[in-house]
């Protein structure tokens, strides 16, 4: 199989990560923050996964098991980041997090 | 173009309007549909990447688990779940600072070394030999993170805290 080109896989990554952060700085509800971050970690994911897939010696293998690290990672996150919706949701009857303002000075 | 360049290029169309798609929507669910069509993407891409351990693990852990758990976050946060979002719009800074990392990105790519080669393929056995030997101590540190943060999401949800 011939080569993908650097440009195409890194191009899409960034171009995610864009969208998450994008995400993350506008979107009010809890939720969709936790959808933009998954979005931006999963970018950070295909990182790893190209670069172990064109390593120019077998110690791409590494790269890969970070990934598998990763999406752990990632998979706790938003078991916590659930948690808070949930605790939030208590607390104020509501997830848009311009209202949680109780650490605020 | 060989197929599997073709292939990449409708794959990555489908994550970045997938994933622009699920943040733009107004219903929830919408979005919620919308990501798990970007988690299936994704998988297909680490397919033509040759890892299917993480393809497969993507599937499970991302189309399956975080799926539903977002889902479940919506349903138990709202009266009705296909109620809609107010309408929030994006403002110049947060779309000017998105375009900034883009670029930023996409500039960094082209300082690298180009190697032409073919993607190596390693064997989920392979893949996971190395987790118990040569990478363990990243699951090790998997497990610790998950255990704690596990006791952090229990400790946030318990009846009767404030």
């Known amino acids: 199989m011939s080569g993908i080109s650097?440009?195409?896989?890194?191009?899409?990554?960034?171009?995610?990560?864009?969208?998450?952060?994008?995400?993350?700085?506008?979107?009010?509800?809890?939720?969709?923050?936790?959808?933009?971050?998954?979005?931006?970690?999963?970018?950070?994911?295909?990182?790893?996964?190209?670069?172990?897939?064109?390593?120019?010696?077998?110690?791409?293998?590494s790269g890969q098991a970070i990934a598998v690290v990763l999406v752990g990672f990632a998979a706790t996150e938003v078991a916590v980041g659930l948690a808070i919706v949930l605790a939030l949701n208590r607390a104020r009857g509501s997830i848009n997090v311009a209202e949680a303002t109780e650490l605020r000075l | 173009m060989s197929?599997?360049?073709?292939?990449?290029?409708?794959?990555?169309?489908?994550?970045?309007?997938?994933?622009?798609?699920?943040?733009?929507?107004?219903?929830?669910?919408?979005?919620?549909?919308?990501?798990?069509?970007?988690?299936?993407?994704?998988?297909?891409?680490?397919?033509?990447?040759?890892?299917?351990?993480?393809?497969?693990?993507?599937l499970g852990v991302y189309a399956g688990a975080v799926t539903v758990l977002l889902l479940f976050g919506i349903m138990v946060t709202r009266k009705r779940i296909f109620s809609r979002e107010a309408a929030t719009g994006l403002g110049p800074v947060p779309v000017a600072l998105a375009v900034l990392t883009?670029?930023?990105?996409?500039?960094?790519?082209?300082?690298?070394?180009?190697?032409?080669?073919?993607?190596?393929?390693?064997?989920?056995?392979?893949?996971?030999?190395?987790?118990?030997?040569?990478?363990?101590?990243w699951v090790l540190l998997l497990g610790i993170i998950m255990l704690t943060s596990v006791s952090g999401a229990i400790y946030l949800v318990r009846e009767g805290r404030e």
């Open chain 2, 102 to 137: 883009f670029v930023f990105v996409v500039a960094a790519v082209g300082e690298l070394p180009m190697a032409e080669a073919s993607p190596r393929s390693y064997a989920p056995s392979t893949l996971s030999t190395a987790l118990f030997s040569a990478d363990g101590p």
């Open chain 1, 6 to 61: 650097e440009v195409g896989f890194l191009g899409l990554s960034g171009a995610l990560l864009a969208v998450g952060l994008l995400g993350v700085l506008t979107r009010r509800n809890f939720v969709l923050i936790l959808v933009a971050i998954e979005i931006a970690m999963n970018a950070a994911i295909l990182n790893f996964v190209y670069f172990a897939a064109y390593a120019p010696t077998a110690a791409g293998l």
């Open chain 2, 3 to 58: 197929l599997e360049e073709v292939a990449f290029l409708l794959l990555a169309l489908v994550a970045v309007v997938t994933a622009v798609a699920a943040l733009l929507v107004r219903e929830l669910v919408h979005t919620i549909m919308w990501i798990a069509v970007f988690f299936v993407d994704l998988a297909l891409i680490y397919f033509l990447l040759e890892a299917p351990f993480l393809g497969v693990l993507q």
